[in-house]
């Protein structure tokens, strides 16, 4: 009777490896059925997962959002791009508050030359419309200055303002004052 025992015994346990042995292959296929509907519904609305508004370096703790491929933003790089968007900041000022009192003077001077030919007068057009033109443009790159510095205080420096991807390093340290990343950029500038 000991070796019918034992028979049994043998083939509960059989039957018990064959269950969870079939049993396995089942729950790797639900799983990947799970991941592939998620795939298939992100692909499907053709839309990507917005990254948050700060990154996490790989130490752990909070930094400005890189490029897979680039080293997380150092504190003395993020004080460098800073003191050069705080210097630009103020020879852009300093040329905006210039060329404001050279038009403030043009249109003073403007009625003065009654008595001047048109050739006379249409330089004096042609000079006060440049002046004004260097000085809105002055303007729009301070705004655009004062919003990086804004960006980097509030720690969303970096991060595309159309996507939410990250800008990239590089692409930031050639160009501070940059909000999008480049294939939104490249989509901006197509239209």
Known sequence: MAGKGDAGARTNTTTSDTAKK????????AASATGAAKKTATAATGKTAVPTKRATRQGGTP????LEKEDPWT???I????AELEQDRDRLQAEVDEAEADLAELMR???????DDQADAGAATWEREHELSLTNNAKELLEQIEHALERIGEGTYGT????GNPIGKMRLQAFPRATLCLSC???QERR
């Open 22 to 29: 079939a049993a396995a292959p089942a729950a790797q296929k």
């Open 160 to 163: 595309c303002e159309s996507c």
């Open 63 to 66: 930094g400005l959002p890189v």
């Open 75 to 77: 504190p003395a790089e």
């Open 79 to 82: 004080a460098e791009v800073q």
């Open 185 to 187: 950029k490249q989509k």
């Open 109 to 115: 001077d403007s009625g003065e030359g009654s008595g």
